[in-house]
């Protein structure tokens, strides 16, 4: 059976999932997802002041009391935490594909962190892996679900019964 790692990654969170073939087929479901670990992006805890030095952006008083609006930038900022965020992603993936004797490597995220998951993985990757992406939020699901929704688009091994 081939080896699968499933990255679920939304803004500030991303789960690693394998799929774990049952030891008797005849007598025990499976395969099942089992999760492994979760990793938190270091700025999702931070919010308001803790995150910037004021918390409303493009505005400041004049001297003369007039308000006057420019960009602080911040979308520069929110882009560089989430690449510094998709670089750890990238280091976890990259030691349970080490650990785990994985194949096959499936990366779900939303749109935009699916883009910076691309470029930060591909130079890392070992030519024989697998990769299939989907831009997707699944990240809020519990393994079983999300085990059930990629089966139905057919990127992993149905889960299966026990017959007795």
């Not at 990654?9 to 005849?26: C, N, Q, V, Y």
């Not at 006057?68 to 929110?78: K, P, Q, V």
Request: overall charge neutral; aromatic content about 4%; hydrophobic content about 35%.
């Amino acid at each position: 059976m081939n080896r699968y790692l499933v990255a679920v990654i939304d803004g500030t969170k991303a789960r690693f999932l394998t799929l774990k073939p049952s030891e008797l087929p005849a007598y025990e479901p499976g395969p099942s997802l089992m999760e492994h670990e979760a990793l938190l992006s270091s700025n999702s805890e931070l919010q308001g002041q803790d995150l910037w030095t004021s918390s409303k952006t493009g505005r400041n008083r004049g001297v003369a009391g007039q308000a006057h609006s420019y960009d602080d930038h911040r979308d520069n900022h929110l882009i560089e935490f989430e690449r510094r965020f998709t670089q750890s992603i990238t280091t976890n993936i990259v030691n349970l594909l080490q650990a785990h004797q994985i194949q096959q490597l499936l990366v779900i995220a939303e749109p935009q962190i699916l883009g910076l998951m691309r470029a930060a993985i591909t130079p890392v990757l070992p030519k024989n892996i697998k990769i299939h992406e989907l831009a997707k939020e699944l990240c809020h699901l519990k393994p079983h679900e999300i085990h059930e929704y990629l089966a139905s688009k057919q990127l992993l091994p149905p889960h299966k019964r026990a017959s007795i």
